[in-house]
Nanobody, 124 residues
Framework: QVQLVESGGGLVQAGGSLRLYCAASGRTFSTFYMGWFRQAPGKEREFVAAIHWSSSNTYYRDSVKGRFTISRDNAQNTVYLQMNSLKPEDTAVYYC?????????????????WGQGTQVTVSS
């Protein structure tokens, strides 16, 4: 059984930074990919970023390119999301997810495991 635990969320002013953490446990992850999604009140869950566990390939939604960076530490089984130049529209609950099925990494349906989420609030 895979477990994902997010941390690092909080309240920050616009223009500030936060670093999110996702610790994974339960099995080996060399064939998996990891993603970050977010969901604001009244909105659908949306893709933020993804990374293959065994490669350096990364993927971002357009609105966070140049501001957010996804990375991983294989030894610690942890994935990070560094968020800089935060904007009020980045406010949401952020979830990390893991999957191994084929398909578009932008599609939440291909992810098998999800964390509980961590709140990010950006004040103007």
């Amino acid at each position: 059984q895979v477990q994902l635990v997010e941390s690092g969320g909080g309240l920050v002013q616009a223009g500030g930074s936060l670093r999110l953490y996702c610790a994974a446990s339960g099995r080996t992850f060399s064939t998996f990919y990891m993603g970050w999604f977010r969901q604001a009140p009244g909105k659908e869950r949306e893709f933020v970023a993804a990374i293959h566990w065994s490669s350096s390939n990364t993927y971002y939604r357009d609105s966070v390119k140049g501001r957010f960076t996804i990375s991983r530490d294989n030894a610690q089984n942890t994935v990070y999301l560094q968020m800089n130049s935060l904007k009020p529209e980045d406010t949401a609950v952020y979830y990390c997810a893991m999957g191994s099925k084929g398909g578009s990494l932008y599609n939440p349906r291909i992810y098998d495991y999800w964390g509980q989420g961590t709140q990010v609030t950006v004040s103007s």
